[in-house]
């Protein structure tokens, strides 16, 4: 199964603060909903515990070194990323990274796919992404979406597909 990373980040790659995204932007987490749901996702512990519930319409998973970890009903614990990768080889669809900045650092070198949304903003915060090399990528403009009443800042979603 295909692994992706889908995130939101600001132009200083700022992706959180005080466990929340520094922002509301509905019509991207439409994007977000749309894009994962019926998918696999997996988060880092601490991701988790931040809004600390099942996404619904997917298949929850939960990486964490922490053997003694007990999640929700319904989500599953695993304790490495390649185990992840070996339990959802069906090759069908794509098996989504959406947190941390740790666990977004240490899958970006597996991914074949990174759904990136730049919020065109500088923002305040105290989770930031490491800066990617995406040379050896080719990318695509999937929306472009202005500041109205409903969005304080513009954004930009992009995807990018590695070139095998």
């Known amino acids: 199964m295909p692994l992706a990373l889908i995130y939101a980040r600001s132009e200083n790659r700022c992706i959180?603060?005080?466990?929340?995204l520094p922002w509301r932007l509905p019509d991207e987490f439409k994007h977000f909903k749309r894009t994962t749901m019926g998918r696999p996702i997996?988060?880092?512990?601490r991701t988790y515990e931040d809004h600390n519930n099942l996404l619904p319409g997917r298949t929850n998973i939960v990486l964490t070194s922490r053997r003694d970890f007990e999640p929700a009903e319904g989500v599953l614990v695993r304790h490495s990323l390649d185990d992840v990768l070996c339990e959802?080889?069906?090759g069908a669809g794509e098996l989504f990274v959406i947190g941390g900045a740790g666990l977004f650092a240490a899958a970006f070198p597996m991914a074949q796919r990174v759904y990136e949304t730049v919020v065109h903003a500088e923002v305040d915060g105290d989770t930031f992404l490491p800066d990617f090399d995406f040379s050896g990528w080719t990318h695509t403009?999937?929306?472009e979406h202005p500041a109205d009443?409903?969005?304080a800042h513009a954004f930009t979603v992009r995807r990018y597909d590695r070139v095998r």
């Open 149 to 151: 009443e409903r969005h």
């Open 141 to 143: 403009v999937l929306e």
């Open 88 to 90: 959802f080889d069906d």
């Open 16 to 20: 959180g603060r005080d466990g929340e």
């Open 42 to 45: 997996i988060m880092g512990r």
